[in-house]
């Protein structure tokens, strides 16, 4: 079966900067596209930014300028870069990606088990 495997999360100040990875291992025939969300304690969880099997990325406003997706096709790893950190990005952060399993064209969503980033003085 197919799972994604994060890192990267951590504690840190604000204006700083976190580099979050996730990689999906399995039986993947290939994978389309990954995502990274985000959720706050008490609120929704929000898309951050997402990037097709092409290289086309796609951000919230809110990181635009800050953060930057990119992915190892070869490796079948995402990537969240994330510089001038803020208070407001504190949460947990999730990445998913959309796999299909065999040469058909049936895709399977699959999620990461999330990782922790808390930005604090």
């Known amino acids: 079966q197919v799972q994604l495997v994060e890192s990267g999360g951590d504690l840190v100040q604000p204006g700083g900067s976190l580099r979050l990875s996730c990689a999906a291992s399995g039986s993947i025939f290939s994978i389309n596209t990954m995502r990274w969300y985000r959720q706050a304690p008490g609120k929704e969880r929000e898309l951050v930014a997402e990037?097709?099997?092409?290289?086309?990325?796609r951000y919230a406003d809110s990181v635009k300028g800050r953060f930057t997706i990119s992915r190892d096709n070869a490796k079948n790893t995402v990537s969240l870069q994330m510089n001038n950190l803020k208070p407001e990005d504190t949460a947990v952060y999730y990445c998913?990606?959309?796999?299909?399993?065999?040469?058909?064209?049936?895709?399977?969503?699959?999620w990461g088990q999330g990782t922790q980033v808390t930005v604090s003085s």
């Open positions: 990037i097709t099997r092409g290289g086309v990325t």
């Open positions: 998913n990606a959309d796999v299909r399993l065999d040469s058909s064209r049936n895709e399977y969503r699959y």
